[in-house]
């Protein structure tokens, strides 16, 4: 078992940033890849951005490249969203969720947090 706790969101203006942090307790987080999804109201649950077990690769959605950068220190057990020129569109429920080998689906992923709030005022 893996256990997620996401943290870091918050209501922000646009243009601004944040930078959410998931950390992992249980098994050993270095061994899983890590992605991270968002969901506003009323829509379904998005990929934003995906890394790997050694953070060596790394992948996003069309709409966040060049804005969120994610990262992780697995000494820390910890994987970070860096989300800089953030948009009244970004604004959702944010998750972060680990699987062996990473996908851009969210079914694929085996553990999930409770989710951190993001709003984003224009």
């Known amino acids: 078992q893996v256990q997620l706790a996401e943290s870091g969101g918050g209501s922000v203006q646009a243009g601004d940033s944040l930078r959410l942090s998931c950390v992992a307790s249980?098994?050993?987080?270095?061994?899983?890849?890590v992605g991270w999804f968002r969901q506003a109201p009323g829509k379904e649950r998005e990929f934003v951005a995906g890394?790997?077990?050694?953070?060596?690769?790394?992948y996003y959605t069309d709409s966040v490249k060049g804005r969120f950068t994610i990262s992780r220190d697995n000494a820390k057990n910890t994987v970070y969203l860096q989300m800089n020129s953030l948009k009244p569109e970004d604004a959702a429920v944010y998750f972060c969720?680990?699987?062996?080998?990473?996908?851009?689906?969210?079914?694929?992923?085996?553990?999930w947090g409770q989710g951190t709030q993001v709003t984003v005022s224009s």
């Open positions: 249980g098994r050993t987080f270095r061994n899983y890849a």
């Open positions: 890394i790997s077990w050694s953070g060596s690769s790394t």
């Open positions: 969720a680990a699987d062996q080998y990473g996908s851009r689906f969210s079914g694929k992923y085996d553990y």
